[in-house]
């Protein structure tokens, strides 16, 4: 048994014809870009703020952002050239089973899942914290009991199982649909950003930026502690404040960027993939950035690092400076940023567990895509499902670093993958080209390391033991009933054909199937 075994690029794009596992393309280039503002935007520009300039970097936490912003860049300029070459669903896992061999894809594509459902579940349970808080402001009260951060059995969160549920419902409904939601949505908590941005203008105080990068040992903010890292257990010490303080900042803050990636789950949906996918992905990326920059200068300028809320800066910012009305439209800000993060991430784990089962490695069965709606439901609904539950019944404080983990892993698999196609197919037409290959992808997956480092020894103990589960339920099913598998061993459907082994060149059918992937003109 051949566990490298890859799928063909021209396969990959010939199965996305197949008319039960076909994907409406309504996606364009603006909803591309929308969904990535849409999933990075989220608690994280309220939040994280506070901790890495009141830890790390002081009112330097402006460069943490653009230094976290370059990072991921070069995680999305390979995301951008792999969705652009093969613009079909599952993202990473796609991109790995093309690259990498059917085994690695299997691990990504299940890495994937833990982080994107654990993702959602995480999501969901903050978001009904700032719900309840919302309707406390206008005089509706919610018992406790129904929005727990902590859920148990005996005590389940049912605000985020229902958000989640109705979620599902949205996604159900199809693409389209649940594109307008998030432009609505997306547009609704930009908005809020700028309003934030720009009525902060007014309150800054200029010394409070003196020293723009405080020295070494200054004073952290009161009640800061150091967050636990593999580093750290190792006996490294990571920097506070000074110029080491902005790179360690930078690696918090990088976790408000997560997200940028799930724009490429979509690459079967879109209109013209190989044009608008890159522009999703890097529009988004930037967009994010230059807020997430401008929201740091206004916070550090109104509240001296030292004296920031870790908790909750910018609303405390403003609570400070006698604007308290502000901090109400913060979190209403912070909800419709949670909402949007929810639906998308539960986009794209569906998206994710499609890809899969269509090539057999999960049960086929989740794979057909509904005719009326063009999406696959069955997958939406176990995916929503599995997350209220989740949601509802498990605590994830301790678990929501594996969603960082995961994510990180699959940008170092993206990268590698992108200098291994280059020599393996480098006859593949490609509309985006990552450029000074392989310096850049071998950058990339040296920040996504370090990266890495940064999270507890814990979260990469928890996140082996996913990862043997899903190597013992990829020998029991996957490996058993692979379509790719199946179909080398002579037992396979006779559309699913590695292209490579055609005989003479191939060019004729290669090209064929690639023409079938391109889109259809509306």
């Not at 206008?138 to 199982?161: H, M």
């Amino acid at each position: 048994m051949n566990l490298l075994r890859t799928k063909t690029v021209e396969q990959s794009i010939a199965d996305t014809e197949e008319p039960e596992h076909q994907l409406r393309r309504e996606l364009s280039a603006l909803d591309l870009t929308v969904f990535g503002i849409g999933v990075v935007i989220g608690t994280g520009i309220f939040v994280l703020t506070g901790k890495a300039a009141g830890v790390q970097a002081g009112p330097a936490v402006a460069i943490s952002f653009v230094v976290a912003g370059i990072v991921c860049g070069l995680a999305a300029v390979c995301y951008a050239e792999f969705a652009s070459t093969v613009p079909v669903a599952g993202s990473a896992y796609t991109f790995s089973y093309a690259t990498l061999g059917e085994l690695i894809a299997w691990i990504i594509g299940w890495d994937l899942i833990l982080e994107l459902a654990l993702g959602a579940s995480t999501v969901a349970v903050g978001w009904s914290g700032y719900f309840a808080n919302v309707l406390d402001t206008i005089g509706i009260t919610l018992p406790k009991s129904i929005y727990s951060e902590s859920p148990s059995i005996t005590q389940p969160n049912i605000v985020a199982a229902a958000i989640v549920l109705i979620l599902t419902g949205v996604i159900c409904l199809g693409i389209k649909l649940s594109a307008r939601l998030n432009n609505v949505i997306v547009a609704i908590k930009v908005a809020i950003v700028l309003f934030v941005i720009i009525a902060g203008l007014f309150y800054i105080n200029v010394s409070n930026y003196s020293p723009f990068i405080p020295p070494s040992g200054s004073p952290a903010a009161q009640g800061a502690t150091a967050s636990p890292s593999l580093l750290s257990d190792l006996g490294v010490t990571t920097g506070t404040f000074g110029v080491a303080g902005i790179f360690t900042g930078a690696a918090l803050v990088f976790f408000a960027f997560i997200g940028f990636d799930i724009v490429a789950t979509a690459a079967e949906e879109t209109k013209n993939p190989q044009r608008d996918l890159p522009r999703g992905i890097l529009g988004s990326l930037v967009i994010c950035t230059v807020l997430y920059v401008a929201v740091s200068i206004v916070v550090t300028g109104m509240v001296k690092y030292n004296q920031m809320s870790i908790a909750a800066p910018l609303a405390e910012a403003f609570r400070s400076v006698g604007k308290p009305g502000f901090a109400n439209i913060i979190s209403i800000g912070a909800l419709a940023g949670l909402t949007t993060v929810m639906m998308i991430l539960m986009l794209g784990q569906s998206r994710v567990f499609f890809a899969m089962s269509r090539d057999g490695l999960l049960p086929q069965s989740f794979s057909r895509v509904n005719p009326r709606t063009g999406t696959p439901v069955r997958v939406t609904v176990t995916t929503g499902i599995v997350v209220a539950v989740i949601s509802a019944l498990v605590p994830l404080s301790e678990l929501a670093e594996l969603v960082n983990i995961g994510t990180l892993f699959a940008f170092v698999l993206v990268a590698i993958g992108v200098v291994v196609l280059r020599r393996t197919r480098p006859d593949l037409p490609r509309s985006f080209k990552t450029p000074f290959v392989p310096v850049l992808p071998i950058a990339s997956v040296l920040a996504s390391f370090y990266l890495m480092l940064n999270l507890p020894a814990a979260t990469w103990i928890r996140f082996a033991i996913w990862l043997v589960i899903g190597l013992v339920v990829y020998g029991l099913y996957g490996a058993r009933r692979s379509r790719v598998g199946l179909a080398a061993g002579g037992r396979g459907r006779p559309d699913v054909i590695d292209l490579r082994d055609a005989p003479g060149d191939g060019s004729t059918r290669a090209d064929e199937a690639t023409e079938r992937g391109r889109p259809r003109r509306h």
